[in-house]
């Protein structure tokens, strides 16, 4: 039996790069995609947002001249490519699935309600969240945040390029050292940068337990489903 009945995924844009410098590796894509189906095949109900760091990054865009808002802006519309790219590849793999935006932008994508949201992955679509939360200010780990609760998620799977939470930047800091489990209290007093404030806070008040896996090795997903210690736990 799957450990988790309902999941929010987060991915990391900056990972879809893949091998490459910049856009979207087709390879990574398709590695995302078989990942996603093979839980999905376990009657796991999935929600997904997934960055846009690997196109366009609104606060980095600020501090080179870009006005805020409409950097972060550009940031939404960047995960939404990420996502219809992703919604493609899930197709592809025969998984049915549906984009919703946060941001009005119909025929691209279906405008995101809770209820819609519930809805679908009830009856057996992936459901990929893209837009971030539909403001300015706001990351893409808070739009998880936000949508996980929103949900009712049972978990929020963060994928990222590394294999858990660390004492310090493991690809800085060969001597950081990794946590099998820590509760968000832990995270805000040692401030690790393992998602914005906002979003430790929203999932720590919401009682949203967080699992920190490396996404970019082929079956990972699965282990994490399956309840193997591969990753990092975060809860209240």
């Known amino acids: 039996m799957p450990r988790f009945k309902r999941i929010l995924l987060k991915l990391s844009g900056e990972s879809l790069m893949g091998k490459q410098g910049y856009g979207i590796d087709p390879e990574r894509l ?3 995609a078989r990942q996603i189906k093979e839980v999905h095949d376990m009657g796991v109900q999935i929600g997904i947002v997934i960055g846009g760091g690997n196109i366009f990054r609104g606060l980095s865009g600020a501090t080179k001249g870009f006005d805020r808002v409409k950097g972060d802006q550009m940031g939404m519309l960047a995960t939404v490519i990420n996502s219809l790219a992703l919604s493609s590849a899930l197709t592809s793999e025969g998984v049915a699935n549906k984009v ?3 941001i009005r932008m119909e025929p691209i994508g279906e405008f995101y309600s809770k209820w819609k949201a519930i809805e679908e992955m ?5 459901c990929i969240f893209s837009a971030g939360t539909g403001q300015p200010y706001f990351t893409t780990d808070t739009g998880s945040s936000l949508r996980g609760v929103e949900i009712e998620a049972d978990v929020m799977l963060k994928g990222t ?3 858990g939470i660390y004492t310090a930047d493991p690809e ?8 099998d489990d820590i509760t968000y209290e832990e995270i805000l007093e040692r401030n690790l940068k393992v998602m ?3 979003a430790v806070v929203m ?3 919401n009682h949203l337990p967080i699992y920190v896996f490396n996404m970019d090795v082929v079956g990972n997903l699965k282990k994490v489903i399956d309840g193997e210690p591969i990753g990092t ?4």
């Open 30 to 32: 398709a590695d995302y």
């Open 100 to 102: 919703l935006t946060a």
């Open 122 to 126: 009830e009856a057996g679509k992936v």
């Open 161 to 163: 390029r590394v294999d």
């Open 172 to 179: 800085k800091d060969p001597t950081a050292t990794k946590f």
């Open 196 to 198: 914005d404030l906002s």
């Open 203 to 205: 999932c720590n008040d």
């Open 233 to 236: 736990y975060v809860h209240s």
